[in-house]
């Protein structure tokens, strides 16, 4: 099955450590705080893409609408590796959450202090300790590149790349593991 973002492939014949798929967790300190998020029916996602947040109502604890990152965007989550909603395993993965389901999000917000593996875009080579931007390119919007470029990417405040990239699989998919410490 061919995703947008993240393209898997088989396992590895000898895994490597902290080569996370993504949408998991690298590390993760204090309370996991991830919250429901509901997408439009004609939206599909990929676990571990970033996508553009709206509060879903006046609760400080209801779920968040969620849509594709655009250059107006200002708050983000990313959508993590969860059992919720998976009907099946295709070519060894279950790539992204079932249609027409809520999934988990987990705010980017100034808050948080931990790192997660989420797609790099093609052709990007971010450093450890660069700075992160989520691309808003057509067919790209959720990845994250090393620049803002003209409308190409939109920064992620106070987030930077804890690794260089790594294919997790035998796929073409490249990851990269981001961070936000306080």
């Not at 599909?44 to 655009?70: C, F, H, K, P, W």
Request: hydrophobic content about 40%; glycine content about 10%.
């Amino acid at each position: 099955m061919a995703t947008r973002l993240f393209q898997y492939g088989d396992f590895k014949a000898v895994p490597r450590q902290n080569e996370w798929l993504t949408g998991v967790f690298a590390t993760a300190h204090g309370v996991n705080l991830n919250k429901t998020g509901f997408k439009p029916i004609n939206l599909t996602i990929e676990y571990g893409e970033i996508v553009a947040l709206a509060q879903n109502g006046l609760d400080a604890n209801a779920g968040y609408n969620i849509s594709r990152v655009e250059a107006s965007s200002t708050k983000f989550g990313v959508v993590l590796r969860t059992t919720d909603g998976q009907i099946g395993v295709e070519d060894d993965f279950i790539e992204r959450p079932r249609s027409r389901t809520a999934v988990s999000i987990y705010p980017l917000a100034s808050v948080n202090n931990f790192q997660v593996a989420v797609p790099v875009e093609a052709g990007q080579e971010p450093t450890v300790g660069g700075a992160v931007y989520v691309s808003v390119a057509s067919g790209k919007e959720g990845a994250v590149r090393t620049s803002a470029g003209t409308n190409e990417g939109v920064a992620l405040a106070g987030w930077t790349f804890a690794t260089t990239k790594y294919k997790p699989t035998k796929g073409s998919g490249e990851a990269v593991i981001i961070q936000r410490v306080i």
